[in-house]
């Protein structure tokens, strides 16, 4: 609507729009109304930006989800914010993984479990005294690393009573 002119009063403002006038009392109330407006819009946005972040598969509190919404002040469409991300980040997989990938992961797993079976790789712990004991009768260990050697294997027992 283009307003003609805007006429001051004692008691308000008149407006004149070509033929109609109409007679504002309250220049706050249009103010409050603004304001109101102004926060309902900015809800909207965040609501929808939220939105269409959890359609990407990211969070809008938490990385790069935290980023854009920081960042991006444009079109909050799904398609917009994907081209966004695309352009300023890069390509960006899902967050979350899908039950295949946490299927394939447990077979990956079981299968290095069974290959380091088959090695023969032995899990036992190994006897420190033995290792303590070479290394201090060796003729190419210097006299610093033997007393350093014999005071941490101090501390060691030390620890263990």
Do not use: H
């Not at 930006?49 to 469409?77: C, F, Q, R, W």
């Not at 003729?139 to 027992?157: F, G, V």
Request: zero cysteines.
């Amino acid at each position: 609507m283009l307003w003609g002119y805007i006429y001051a009063r004692e008691n308000g403002v008149i407006m004149v729009d070509n033929n109609n006038i109409e007679e504002v009392d309250n220049i706050a109330q249009l103010r409050a109304e603004y304001k109101k407006l102004k926060a309902e819009n900015k809800e909207f946005k965040a609501n929808a930006m939220s939105n269409a972040l959890g359609s990407l598969g990211l969070e809008a509190d938490k990385g790069i989800g935290k980023a854009v919404t920081k960042l991006y002040d444009g079109d909050v469409t799904v398609e917009a914010i994907q081209e966004y991300i695309a352009k300023e980040f890069g390509e960006v997989s899902s967050s979350e993984p899908t039950e295949q990938d946490v299927s394939e992961n447990v077979v990956q797993a079981q299968t290095r479990v069974e290959q380091l079976n088959q090695i023969g790789v032995n899990a036992e712990p190994v006897d420190i005294s033995q290792e303590f004991a070479a290394f201090i009768n060796n003729s190419e260990t210097s006299t610093r690393d033997s007393i350093n050697a014999k005071l941490r294997m101090m501390e060691t027992l030390k620890d263990k009573k």
